[in-house]
């Protein structure tokens, strides 16, 4: 009986573990979607369509002109900028440092002059 038992708890552990497993990896996002959703959340809420600030994707530009914006003018631009979006903290507060990288990254990857251009619908 007692064998029973623990094996029966083996299983359901193995099949806990397993499902956890599947869950995880069905849910798990690339890089790219990942990048993606940070740019749509802190890039295209201030730089969609009919934007005040002016209408920017990955595609606005081709790669050299990235660099030289995030190199030189992001911060210069949004130094004074309060995001509304974001509780209305500054947005070189709101983006850190490791999420800046990404969505830097994200845009010079797919810019106009890529393989892959994207407009980040
Ligand atoms: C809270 C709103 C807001 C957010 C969030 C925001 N921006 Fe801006 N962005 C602005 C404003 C305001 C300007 C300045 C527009 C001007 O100079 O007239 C600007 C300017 C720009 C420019 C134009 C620079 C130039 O040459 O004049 C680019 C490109 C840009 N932003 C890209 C981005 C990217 C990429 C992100 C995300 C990492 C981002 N912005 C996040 C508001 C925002």
Do not use: N
């Not at 552990?13 to 940070?38: C, H, N, W």
């Not at 990235?66 to 500054?90: I, M, T």
């Not at 850190?96 to 002059?113: G, M, Y």
Request: some cysteine.
């Amino acid at each position: 009986m007692a064998v029973v038992t623990r094996v029966t708890r083996f299983m359901c552990l193995g099949a806990f573990v397993t499902s956890m497993f599947f869950s995880i990896s069905a849910s798990a996002e690339t890089d790219v979607e990942e990048a993606k959703r940070l740019y749509r959340d802190h890039c295209r809420v201030c730089h969609e369509t009919g934007s005040e600030h002016g209408k920017y994707t990955p595609v606005s530009y081709i790669q050299i002109q990235w660099e030289r914006f995030f190199d030189k003018k992001y911060k210069r631009k949004h130094k004074k900028v309060l995001d509304e979006h974001h509780g209305g903290q500054p947005v070189m507060d709101v983006i850190d440092s490791e999420t800046l990288e990404k969505i830097r990254k994200f845009t010079i990857d797919h810019a106009a002059d890529t393989d892959q251009p994207m407009t980040c619908g």
